[in-house]
């Protein structure tokens, strides 16, 4: 034979006393749910401002293949003033070597057109 076991009933006082701690329990619960909808929010934004950010700094930024592209330019910018400076060097030189030269050459023409004059 099973026991039948006999019903408890609350009395009124204990029902509101608990009725009343739970519905504290929810307001607290209510608290911390309010709580976490405002970090949550900000969270949000804050990643929406991240990347939007990281958005702009992928179109700003420089990729390698564009940083290797621009040093190369540059590498052969440089190889080529470089070489200008060298010929101008090479001309300088040359003019240099020139100049007695040239100077020698007038004083023989001088000469020759004075010969002329008094012959």
Not at 36 to 58: C, F, H, P, Q, Y
Request: aromatic share 6%.
């Amino acid at each position: 034979m099973k026991k039948t076991s006999t019903p408890k009933y609350v009395t009124e006082v204990t029902f509101k006393k608990e009725t009343a701690e739970t519905r504290q329990r929810f307001d607290q619960i209510d608290q911390r749910f309010e709580r976490l909808e405002t970090s949550v929010g900000r969270l949000t934004l804050s990643t929406l401002r991240n990347e939007a950010d990281i958005r702009e700094m992928k179109e700003t930024l420089m990729t390698r293949e564009m940083g290797q592209s621009i040093l190369t330019h540059l590498e052969g910018l440089t190889r080529a003033y470089r070489e200008a400076e060298n010929s101008t060097r090479i001309h300088l030189n040359q003019l240099t070597d020139f100049r007695p030269r040239m100077d020698d050459h007038e004083k023989r023409i001088a000469k020759l057109e004075s010969q002329i004059q008094a012959g």
